[in-house]
C-alpha cells in the first residue's frame, strides 16, 4: 500500500481528528503525518501547532497510558516504563505518568495477580516450579523483582501458617 499523499492542510485536519481521539504520543502522530506524504519541516510545523492547541500532550499521554495500562492490563511500572522508553517518551513524562499509579493499588494487583496465578498452578506437585512459574509470570507482567520476592514470600508464610 502507498502512502497517502496530502497537503500539509489536509494532513492537519486529519491528524487533529486522529489526536482528538484518544491521547497519542509524538513519535506515534511523525510515523502517521510521514504515511501522509509529509516532508519533514511540514511535520515538525504541525507538531508545533498540535502542541500550541493541545491536542497532542505527551505528559498527558504519559499519564493516561500508564494508568490504563496498569488499570486494565494489570500491567507492572517496570513494562509500562519499557513500552514509554519504546514510543520515544521523555524521561520526566514517564516519571510524571508512573507517579500517578496509586502504591497502594500497585501492590494491592500485584498479589491479586500472584493468588489468581498460583490458584492456576494447584496442579502443580513441585513447589520450587511452582515458585519460578509464579515468579516468571509477575516479572513478564512487568513487576519489580524484589516486591515479587516479597509478595511471593509472604504467599507462602500464609500457605504455611
Given amino acids: 500500500m502507498s502512502p497517502q499523499h496530502l497537503t500539509p492542510q489536509q494532513a492537519l485536519q486529519k491528524i487533529k481528528h486522529f489526536c482528538a481521539y484518544q491521547e497519542r504520543c509524538h513519535s506515534e502522530v511523525k510515523e502517521k503525518l510521514y504515511g501522509y506524504g509529509l516532508h519533514k519541516a511540514e511535520v515538525e510545523d504541525i507538531i508545533s501547532k498540535l502542541i500550541e492547541e493541545d491536542y497532542l500532550n505527551e505528559e498527558r499521554f504519559a499519564v493516561q497510558f500508564a494508568g490504563g495500562h496498569f488499570r486494565l ?34 501492590e494491592h494487583t500485584l498479589r491479586r495477580l500472584a ?31 524484589e516486591l515479587i520476592r516479597e509478595v511471593v514470600q509472604r504467599l507462602q508464610n500464609e500457605a504455611d501458617a
Avoid at 492456576?120 to 515468579?135: T, Y
Fill in 115 to 145: 493468588e489468581e496465578k498460583l490458584a492456576g498452578l494447584r496442579r502443580e506437585k513441585n513447589h520450587l516450579v511452582k515458585k519460578r512459574k509464579l515468579h516468571d509470570y509477575l516479572l513478564r507482567k512487568g513487576y519489580e523483582a
Fill in 73 to 106: 492490563k494489570k500491567w507492572g511500572r517496570v513494562k509500562i516504563r519499557h513500552e514509554l522508553k519504546q514510543r520515544q517518551v521523555s524521561e520526566y513524562c514517564i516519571r510524571k505518568g508512573l507517579r500517578e499509579i496509586p502504591g497502594e493499588d500497585y
